[in-house]
């Protein structure tokens, strides 16, 4: 009867890990096929360790290649989209204009949207406009499905801003940037990063649109993919795995800095 009622009482947190085992079970396969050393051309099934991949993550022709090209889009779409999304959710936030209703009821479209109807779509508006398809207008198909990401997670932010806050900084004769960068840019930072990190994954991540708008550009997730069709080389298990461990890496640190600060403070 006890160990029934501590069982009840953990309950949750048998739940909580074992729904976390099971979205880490993928990476941690990806982790442990990145050490095989497969006998034919497909990395599915464990034939023998080995450390060859890891030791040359580049030996694949064009994976690196690849990879940077979509570490560059992924960038510079998350430096567009979190640019472009902050400022339009201060204005949806701050002022009072016409059309701000559809404009907030529109931001959702992108994000209730299939993929592939925003995929087709942008490229019927490239072909159109005789763009040529390429690094430019994947860069742009990103900014475009970011955007609404971002201005979500900001405006969230925004939102929850006490004005008074910033009414206290010109009471004390501190002008408008001055304020918006001592008041209001480091209170609206934590959604700011959590859109621009949004937008990093979603863009480095994303494969409909960019198929659609790429041209004879391959991106990292296309690559995978055309390799998935003649053989999944080791190489690839290793630069998943190296990924999801500096992102582990970055979420951590973004806990034990925030976990100081929070000390500090106390």
């Given at each position: 009867m006890a160990f029934v009622n501590w069982l009840k009482r953990h309950l949750v947190v048998f739940a909580g890990l074992f729904t976390l085992g099971f979205l880490l079970l993928p990476n941690v396969i990806v982790t442990v096929f990145s050490f095989?050393?497969?006998?034919?051309r497909f990395n599915?099934?464990?034939?023998e360790f080995s450390t060859a991949a890891w030791r040359d993550p580049c030996g694949v022709a064009d994976?690196?290649?690849?990879?940077?090209?979509?570490?560059?889009?992924?960038?510079?779409?998350?430096?567009?989209?979190?640019?472009?999304?902050?400022?339009?959710?201060f204005a949806l936030v701050r002022y009072r204009f016409r059309a701000r209703g559809a404009i907030n009821s529109l931001i959702f479209l992108p994000m209730?949207?299939?993929?592939?109807?925003?995929?087709?779509?942008?490229?019927?508006?490239?072909?159109?406009?005789?763009?040529?398809l390429g690094f430019w207008t994947i860069l742009i198909a990103h900014i475009m499905f970011c955007l609404s990401f971002v201005v979500t997670a900001v405006k969230a932010?925004?939102?929850?801003?006490?004005?008074?806050?910033?009414?206290?900084?010109?009471?004390?004769?501190?002008?408008?940037?001055?304020t918006f960068v001592r008041v209001t840019l480091p209170i609206a930072a934590p959604g700011i990063a959590a859109g621009a990190l949004l937008a990093f994954a979603l863009s480095f991540d994303d494969f409909i649109i960019t198929n659609f708008n790429a041209g004879s550009t391959v991106t990292f997730p296309m690559f995978v993919?055309?390799?998935?069709?003649?053989?999944?080389?080791?190489?690839?298990?290793?630069?998943g795995t190296a990924m999801f461990v500096i992102a582990v890496l970055f979420v951590l640190a973004a806990m034990a800095i925030g976990s100081r600060r929070k000390r500090q403070k106390a």
């Open positions: 095989n050393k497969p006998k034919g599915y099934e464990w034939q994976l690196c290649g690849s990879l940077s090209l979509s570490l560059q889009i992924a960038l510079w779409a998350t430096l567009g989209a979190t640019l472009l999304g902050a400022m339009i959710a209730a949207m299939p993929e592939v109807v925003m995929a087709a779509s942008l490229l019927t508006l490239f072909l159109n406009m005789g763009v040529q932010r925004v939102m929850s801003m006490d004005p008074k806050l910033e009414e206290a900084a010109r009471d004390l004769y501190a002008g408008p940037l001055q993919w055309g390799s998935a069709q003649r053989g999944t080389p080791v190489q690839i298990n290793v630069i």
